[in-house]
Nanobody
Framework: QVQLVESGGGLVQAGGSLRLSCAASVRTFSSYSMGWFRQAPGKEREFVAGITLSGGRTVYADSVKGRFTISRDNAKNTVSLQMNSLKPEDTAVYYC???????????????????WGQGTQVTVSS
């Protein structure tokens, strides 16, 4: 099974920035579309951002457009999420996920992703 490990989470004040990173332990990383999801306590997991194999297509949730940027480095087997202008409502556990399906546009449903990381906590204070 594909191993995905997130890092970069932590505590930040509103208006600040964080950069999350996800590293894959296999050499087939470039074969997957990648996505970021988040889940707050007692709430459903929601889509944040997605990126295709080459990085040529990206999709963002309306709530993070203009603030978050997803990118990938296939040579290093990593995908990142740059989060700027953070708000308290961004507080959640953030997960990276891999999608083995071939698509021109990233999927936005968690049901379309096959492998998941363990998650990293992001807390935004007022």
């Amino acid at each position: 099974q594909v191993q995905l490990v997130e890092s970069g989470g932590g505590l930040v004040q509103a208006g600040g920035s964080l950069r999350l990173s996800c590293a894959a332990s296999v050499r087939t990383f470039s074969s997957y579309s990648m996505g970021w999801f988040r889940q707050a306590p007692g709430k459903e997991r929601e889509f944040v951002a997605g990126i295709t194999l080459s990085g040529g297509r990206t999709v963002y949730a309306d709530s993070v457009k203009g603030r978050f940027t997803i990118s990938r480095d296939n040579a290093k087997n990593t995908v990142s999420l740059q989060m700027n202008s953070l708000k308290p409502e961004d507080t959640a556990v953030y997960y990276c996920a891999a999608d083995v399906h071939r698509s021109l546009v990233p999927h936005t449903s968690s049901h379309d992703y096959d492998f998941w990381g363990q998650g990293t906590q992001v807390t935004v204070s007022s």
